[in-house]
């Protein structure tokens, strides 16, 4: 493997014992979090200015999946923490819209 660079897998073929494995973040605000949110998930907002100093509370060798409500924003986010240095970023693709769905 050469640099470290973001992955991205369908939250859908996400299993429940991969989620107990890894850090996982949701970017969305507090109010879409507040409203319904994967059980054990992060709540660090993309919009908060402090974005990637509330980050650094996460080890950069850890695994971090960060989900959004359709997959813009963590994709955004993948691409930033994988700039900071962080080695295993999965961006989990069709963000919790399609995890209620599945």
């Known amino acids: ?6 992955k991205s897998k369908a939250i859908t073929e996400v299993s429940q014992n991969e989620l107990n494995n890894v850090i996982l973040v949701d970017v969305r605000t507090p109010e879409e979090y507040a409203a319904g949110h994967i059980d054990e998930a992060l ?7 402090d974005f990637a100093k509330q980050m650094q509370a996460i080890e950069k060798d850890e695994t971090v999946y960060v989900y959004c409500k359709k997959g813009g ?4 986010a ?9 080695k295993n970023v999965v961006d989990l693709e069709g963000g919790y819209d399609a995890y209620l769905k599945k």
């Not at 493997?1 to 973001?6: F, L």
């Not at 709540?43 to 200015?49: E, K, L, P």
């Not at 924003?73 to 955004?76: F, M, N, T, Y």
């Open 78 to 86: 993948a691409h930033l923490l994988d700039s900071l240095g962080y």
């Open 43 to 49: 709540n660090i907002n993309w919009f908060d200015t």
């Open 1 to 6: 493997m050469g640099c470290a660079q973001s």
């Open 73 to 76: 924003r963590s994709a955004k």
